[in-house]
């Protein structure tokens, strides 16, 4: 059972604009969001992450924002790189996950920036 | 700081054969570990979940007498995957904590191939 949706298997953005990336999640248990970054045959690279006690976290061109009532989180990149071409994926977690504090993952958005 | 290690990155093995993957954390103590298998086009899925010291926790439908896993030490946790058939060939990525609050931080993964 997908507890962490990304419904938007890709996206594709021109260099420069706002690339914003959608997610998802049924669990009102999750309290820490997470952000990774994809490249083909690598292992993801932490990005951004917010707490529940939050509804914003900023990191340089990178913004999540999170909606608890509509469990939904986004990532905004502003502004899009053609290097920031990748998947990305959403994890969270939560304390009432079986496996501690294990994340759960989305399926992942393939964002392609063109020049 | 916060760096994992996996080890080998890529290993193409007959079937049948037993394929050892190893994750170490190499500047910090990971109390926790986790195994994640990756499928094309799909999200990260657990696998287990394992602390130091003691048997590992296994998701459903994951066997355990298949893929065995040993967190013998706070610095190292290993996957060997027995009797390797070509369905088991997929990318399998570690990632550590120190615990709550701490964040996780990923190996580079590990491309299996079964002939």
């Known amino acids: 059972d997908q507890q962490v949706k990304q419904n938007s298997p890709s996206l594709s953005v021109q260099e420069g604009r706002i690339s914003i990336l959608n997610c998802d999640y049924t669990?009102?248990?999750?309290?820490?969001f997470l952000w990774y970054k994809k490249y083909p045959a690598e292992g993801p690279t932490f990005l951004i992450s917010?707490?529940?006690?939050?509804d914003k976290n900023e990191d340089g061109r990178f913004t999540v924002f999170l909606n608890k009532s509509a469990k939904h989180l986004s990532l905004h990149i502003v502004p899009s790189q053609p290097g920031d071409s990748a998947v990305y994926f959403c994890?969270?977690?939560?304390?009432?996950?079986?496996?501690?504090?294990?994340?759960?993952f989305g399926k992942g958005t393939s964002l392609l920036v063109t020049p | 700081g916060a760096v994992v290690s996996q080890h080998p990155s890529r290993v193409i093995c007959k079937s049948g054969t037993s394929v050892k993957i190893e994750c170490r954390s190499l500047?910090?103590?990971?109390?926790?570990m986790f195994w994640y298998r990756q499928f094309p086009k799909k999200s990260l899925m657990l696998m287990a979940t394992?602390?130091?010291?003691?048997?590992?926790?296994?998701e459903q439908g994951v066997e355990k007498d298949k893929f065995l896993i040993n967190h013998a030490s706070l610095t190292l946790s290993t996957l060997t995957v027995t009797s390797a058939h070509p369905e088991d060939s997929s990318f399998y990525i570690c990632?550590?904590?120190?615990?709550?609050?701490?964040?996780?931080?990923f190996g580079s993964g590990t491309r299996l191939t079964v002939v």
């Open positions: 917010i707490s529940s006690i939050k």
């Open positions: 994890a969270a977690s939560g304390r009432d996950s079986n496996s501690g504090y294990a994340l759960n």
């Open positions: 669990n009102s248990m999750f309290d820490y």
């Open positions: 990632s550590a904590t120190r615990g709550a609050g701490y964040g996780y931080t």
């Open positions: 394992s602390n130091e010291g003691s048997k590992a926790t296994y």
């Open positions: 500047d910090f103590q990971a109390t926790t």
